[in-house]
């Protein structure tokens, strides 16, 4: 049975043809005895059967054949298979011709057995009832291609729409993120016979128990709990605000950014300090220890 070769000039055979022993796959040396030329492929006539054609020869061209049309041109795949075929059908229907594209799987190659000994000459034969060649799609490249320009074009807005939301979502955190470090800013808290503890010389034992006052300067409780991070960072220091004795305390967490930590000149006392005031850290959410 023959096989279909996509070329006018040369023949691009399959796997048993003869290879240039020189360039080894790039080149051909001579075509398959059984291989077609695009050129002597294009014009020849297809034929439509009602029932299944089952035998791979046939003597001669069978009465209950329809001749449908001819073969205008080929459509290849970009991976260099055959896609489909171009038919001008309309005459043997008895309406105008109509250019449609058949898929390459639905044609079949039919040896002509009266002439056994050429092994040229075939037949094209398609099984299709006629109804399905009146409902045939007339082939419209230009409509492909304006498909693939508006599919195209589809995903271009998609893309530039997610580089929006992109670019939206990264002003919102730099917007947010400018808001915290505005937030973050305060003035150190200074006190006559005090200084700023270094955060590296402070141990946890010390800290905990220290007395913590707000802005003004006025005792509002004390840290009772200092939380850390897997790597053993500082994570949130829990002051418990308020309360006599133990009774009616709240605690409640803070971030060590939030407070300033000071050490009495003769380095006998911690105090901790706080923007806030007392009722603002009673409004904190109470933290469950």
Known sequence: MKNLLLSTAIALTPA???????????????????????????????????????ADEYAGVQQ?????????????????????????????LGIGENQVAVDMKSVKFVSDSSTAEDLDDFFLVMDAPVDALKDAPTYDWTRQVEAEAEELKQETAAAAGELNDDADALAKDAEQTAENAADSLKDPFVKDGYVAASAEALTSEELTGAPLYDSKDEWIGEVSQINLTEQGKVDTIVADIGGFLGLGEKPVALKLGEMDILRSDDGDNLRVYVSMSKEEMEQLPEYEK
């Open 16 to 54: 048993s043809a003869v290879m240039a022993a020189d360039h080894g796959d790039m080149f051909r040396a001579e075509a398959d005895p059984m291989a077609i030329h695009a050129s002597e492929f294009i014009g020849m006539r297809v034929y439509r059967s009602d029932v299944e054609t089952a």
């Open 64 to 92: 209950d054949w329809d001749d449908i049309g001819e073969i205008n041109d080929v459509v290849l795949n970009r991976d260099g298979t055959v896609d489909s075929i171009l038919v001008d059908i309309g005459g043997f």
